[in-house]
């Protein structure tokens, strides 16, 4: 009787620990740029509030561990790690256009200039747009890489510089502007300036000793990098929205059930939701600090934002003709032109 009983509590034990086992949480790393702080890395604020949502929506059955700073590799060698790696090393990943573009460079399309005249019309774009839907698919082909949430980690980009106020494109007239890219470095040349390439750790020193006079950054970085030390004006033109991208390790996506994915899909949709309020207001608030400490700030009319977009949005594409076919130029920006009018409504 006694070893009966020592064998039913056994068997129990077993049961009980392969019930256990069974619903053990899974555990997924997540892999992006900047510190832990929520404050003022939005990447961060993201992963925070999408680790808490992935959490609820699953009932633990999945958590998330952060790994801000870079901490699992720079944005080419996170691709490349969810590229190769299957379900011993599942990942998610919020990379920027330089992570992403290896793969598939036709995601430098969402970044044409002066598309948008809104926030609104940027979310339109990568909620509702053919573009967007199209890009999401042909990336995963490509990759089977699986591209979530366009996620705002800023606000627009805008023009500084120390020698005059911006109003249009006539007004870059020999001025030297350090451009982040070869993109950029275009976008300076068509409205009759300079473009030079200078790495961000050295811009300060640039603007400072007059290597160049300005530069395009959101609102954040200026404030970030001091540079209204060494800047007078802002010029708020909507130039380019500042994101990054959610993208999924291909065999763990394919590896959840359909339920699991739809909780994951709304759980970035609900972190980027709250992402959004927060990176306006910061943004808003970024802008008064700039003027607090002595900068103009200048906001262009529709007519001069016309005026920037008649000549930087082809100069762009040219520029862009080179990585992809005119179709995703194209698509992207008669998405944007539909964007901007549902964003009206």
């Known amino acids: 009787m006694v070893n009966m009983k020592r064998l039913f509590v056994l068997a129990l034990s077993i049961v009980m620990l392969t019930c256990g086992m069974a619903f053990a949480a899974t555990e997924i790393k997540m892999a992006y740029t900047g510190p832990a702080d929520e ?3 939005g990447l961060h604020l993201y992963a925070v509030n999408f680790k808490k949502f992935v959490e609820e ?10 790994f801000p700073d870079s ?18 090393q599942p990942l998610f990943n919020l990379a920027s256009f330089a992570g992403v573009a290896p793969v598939f460079p036709e995601i430098y399309a969402s970044a044409v200039p002066f598309m948008f005249d809104s926030y609104k019309a940027a979310h339109y774009f990568f909620d509702e747009g053919e573009y967007w839907a199209k890009a999401k698919e042909e990336f995963q082909k ?13 606000g627009f980009l805008a023009f500084t510089n120390n020698k005059k106020e911006i109003k249009s494109p006539k007004d870059f007239k020999n001025l030297k502007f350090r451009g982040m890219d070869e993109g950029q470095v275009a976008l300076f040349e068509a409205f009759g300036a300079s473009g030079t390439p200078i790495p961000w750790t050295e811009i300060y020193m640039a603007l400072k000793t007059g290597v160049v006079d300005g530069q395009m950054n959101p609102a954040v970085y200026v404030k970030m990098g001091s540079l209204y030390e060494v800047q007078d004006y802002l010029t708020l033109a909507n130039i380019q929205y500042s994101d990054q991208f959610l993208v999924a390790n291909g ?8 339920e699991t994915r739809e909780i994951i899909t709304e759980a970035a949709k609900k972190a980027n939701a709250l992402n959004r309020v927060a990176m306006e207001e910061q943004d808003a608030a970024y802008v008064q600090f700039l003027v607090d400490k002595g900068m103009k700030a200048y906001a262009p009319n529709p007519e001069e934002m016309d005026s920037f977009r008649n000549i930087g949005q082809p100069a762009f594409a040219k ?3 080179d990585k992809m076919s005119k179709e995703w130029i194209d ?15």
């Open 142 to 154: 490509r990759s089977s890489i699986v591209l979530l949430e366009a996620v705002e980690e800023g």
């Open 57 to 66: 929506g699953t009932k633990g059955e999945i958590t998330l561990k952060l």
């Open 319 to 321: 520029w862009l003709s």
């Open 331 to 345: 698509l992207a920006l008669e998405s944007a032109k539909v964007a901007n009018e549902k964003a009206k409504e």
């Open 39 to 41: 404050e003022n890395n």
């Open 71 to 88: 901490q699992l590799g720079n944005e080419e060698e996170r691709i490349e790690l969810m590229s190769k790696q299957g379900m011993n």
């Open 251 to 258: 065999d763990m996506w394919n590896s959840f059930s359909p």
